[in-house]
């Protein structure tokens, strides 16, 4: 295992103890959590850059990338909806295009890759950017966040489904 997927690993490591920080009734910890949450969202720019930078992409962490964004997104999310921070109706939407894209990819020819969009790539951003706002804020500023997030997500989906759905 390279240098760029032990990061990728971290980040899996480190959503525990976020949703276990912005569980916590106490506001200090909801801050705490935001600053491991902060840490372990840095993680998903650096390992690619690692791995690129090394010219030392590998399968495990092709394919252990996206899923450790996954487990970040929604294993907070569903912390922040524990605690009435966010609606289920957001998590909803961000599981669904996981879901509908997690099936493209099912059905694409063998050997076919799908590479993160850059409009995927700012969908992961945004939705961090969100769920780190949600946590410690209330107002115009994670709503509008949301409102970001939530344009990029379903926009993302569209994009895959455009440009990967088969057309035979």
Same mark, same amino acid.
Request: proline content about 5%; aromatic content about 10%.
């Given at each position: 295992?390279?240098?760029?997927?032990?990061?990728?690993?971290?980040?899996?490591?480190?959503?525990?103890?976020?949703?276990?920080?912005?569980?916590?009734?106490?506001?200090?910890?909801?801050?705490?959590?935001?600053?491991?949450?902060?840490?372990?969202?840095?993680?998903?720019?650096?390992?690619?850059?690692?791995?690129?930078?090394?010219?030392?992409?590998?399968?495990?962490?092709?394919?252990?990338?996206?899923?450790?964004?996954?487990?970040?997104?929604?294993?907070?999310?569903? *912390? +922040?909806? !524990? =605690?009435?921070? @966010?609606?289920?109706?957001?998590?909803?939407? #961000?599981?669904?295009?996981? $879901? /509908?894209? &997690?099936?493209?990819?099912?059905?694409?020819?063998?050997?076919?890759?799908?590479?993160?969009?850059?409009?995927?790539?700012?969908?992961?951003?945004?939705?961090?950017? *969100? +769920?780190? !706002? =949600?946590?410690? @804020?209330?107002?115009?500023?994670?709503?509008? #966040?949301?409102?970001?997030? $939530? /344009?990029? &997500?379903?926009?993302?989906?569209?994009?895959?489904?455009?440009?990967?759905?088969?057309?035979?």
């Amino acid at each position: 295992m390279n240098a760029a997927d032990q990061v990728t690993l971290s980040r899996v490591v480190l959503t525990p103890a976020v949703v276990a920080m912005w569980l916590a009734p106490a506001p200090r910890w909801h801050w705490i959590g935001l600053a491991v949450f902060i840490v372990a969202g840095v993680t998903d720019f650096i390992d690619g850059r690692l791995a690129r930078h090394a010219s030392n992409t590998t399968r495990f962490g092709a394919y252990m990338d996206p899923l450790a964004d996954k487990i970040l997104v929604l294993g907070s999310g569903l *912390a +922040l909806i !524990a =605690s009435d921070r @966010l609606s289920v109706w957001i998590l909803f939407i #961000l599981l669904l295009r996981e $879901l /509908a894209v &997690t099936g493209l990819r099912s059905v694409l020819p063998p050997g076919t890759t799908m590479g993160a969009s850059r409009v995927a790539k700012w969908k992961t951003t945004s939705q961090l950017f *969100a +769920l780190g !706002a =949600s946590a410690v @804020l209330t107002g115009v500023v994670p709503d509008g #966040l949301w409102v970001l997030a $939530l /344009a990029l &997500t379903v926009w993302s989906g569209g994009e895959y489904f455009y440009h990967y759905w088969p057309r035979n």
